[in-house]
């Protein structure tokens, strides 16, 4: 269990924008080694203006990232092919041919892992505050319907649009090859297994409502949020679309197998908040939403479980100073 210190803020509350209102405490500007799951209910309700996580996809690339009973023993294995390319992802997800009961369980077993955070979420998120989760493109739908099982609104699903790719589909002619079967290798030549390459991820991006009888103009006066703000948007981004293109600065990745661009989360972090809002982030990696937030001058509160990424987090935090704001202006 991680040892919080709290910071006194004026703020969470539900009386005025930014950080006017009641007085609470809120771990500002930590990033606290734990289960997010658990930790989230120490905070009060309404205390945060912004979530933006990138959650454990459910797919098996990781330890963390497998959230179903599966047993199945090719799950977590890894190839030869893969140990050779020194692929970013060690392990293979077992491949999704739906054999079994257990396998047609894994969509089913991530809308509930999703559902046991998202009251929480829903619970320390301002009126009119925005949800933005990186989820994949396989499970991304059950994520919707478990957030908007607890109040959520589906607002929008953003495109990231990758600068790399790795694209693993094998061809169906290797197979028969190895197999001797030089006939089916050339009837089959230019088939592959698996996807296409993929470029992008999805973004989804959900709002808690704001209260009944307010419009969101009146909700951005009491509660610091509601609208976005498009021009701090272009100055990331050559328009205000909802296909993103972003890729990594120079240096910059390598901390984590699923890190993401800091000038991504800048990006959509000055989209929905203002300076010295809260942004949280449940599953922070090697802590790129926390270090995009510090880097604007708004406070943040980090939650991980491997104490490794604590520390990557930590260290690239106390950096953050030094970097260079990674705006296009
Ligand atoms: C998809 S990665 C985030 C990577 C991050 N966007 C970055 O740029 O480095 C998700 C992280 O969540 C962590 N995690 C998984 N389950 C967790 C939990 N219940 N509580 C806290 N952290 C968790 C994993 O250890 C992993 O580092």
Redesign the pocket.
């Known amino acids: 269990m991680a040892i919080i210190a709290t910071t006194p803020i004026h703020g969470s509350g539900e009386n005025g924008p930014g950080h006017s209102g009641t007085l609470c405490n809120l771990p500002l500007n930590q990033v606290i080694q734990?289960?997010?799951?658990?930790?989230i209910r120490e905070l009060p309700p309404s205390s945060v203006h912004l979530i933006l996580?990138?959650?454990?996809?459910g797919i098996g690339a990781?330890d963390?990232?497998v959230l179903h009973d599966n047993t199945n023993s090719a799950y977590m294995g890894s190839s030869p092919a893969q140990e050779k390319a020194g692929a970013v992802f060690k392990k293979r997800g077992k491949p999704i041919n739906g054999w079994s009961e257990a396998d047609r369980a894994i969509p089913r077993q991530y809308y509930e892992w999703c559902s046991t955070?998202a009251t929480e979420w829903f619970r320390v998120l301002k009126p009119g505050g925005t949800v933005f989760v990186?989820a994949g493109r396989r499970f991304s739908h059950r994520c919707i319907c478990a957030l908007e099982d607890v109040g959520f609104s589906f607002k929008d699903m953003l495109s990231w649009v990758r600068d790399r790719a790795p694209h693993r589909a094998q061809r169906v002619s290797v197979v028969f090859e190895r197999r001797g079967d030089e006939a089916s290798a050339k009837d089959w030549a230019g088939w592959r297994v698996g996807n296409l390459r993929p470029t992008f991820e999805p973004v989804l991006w959900f709002t808690k409502p704001y209260k009944i009888g307010t419009t969101i103009a009146d909700n951005a006066l009491n509660y610091g949020v509601g609208p976005y703000n498009e021009e701090a948007f272009l100055r990331y981004m050559n328009s205000p679309d909802n296909i993103v293109n972003c890729g990594f600065a120079s240096g910059e990745s390598g901390?984590?197998?699923?890190?993401?661009p800091i000038r991504l989360?800048q990006a959509l972090i000055d989209l929905t908040t203002k300076p010295d809002q809260v942004v949280l982030?449940?599953?922070?990696?090697?802590?790129?939403?926390l270090v995009a937030a510090r880097s604007l001058g708004r406070s943040y509160i980090g939650?991980?479980?491997?104490p490794n990424?604590v520390a990557?987090c930590r260290s690239r935090l106390d950096e953050t100073g030094l970097l260079p704001f990674m705006r296009l202006t």
């Open positions: 734990g289960d997010s799951v658990e930790l996580s990138d959650i454990p996809y990781e963390w990232d955070w990186f901390l984590h197998p699923t890190q993401k989360m982030d449940p599953f922070a990696g090697s802590g790129s939403t939650y991980e479980m491997e990424y990557v």
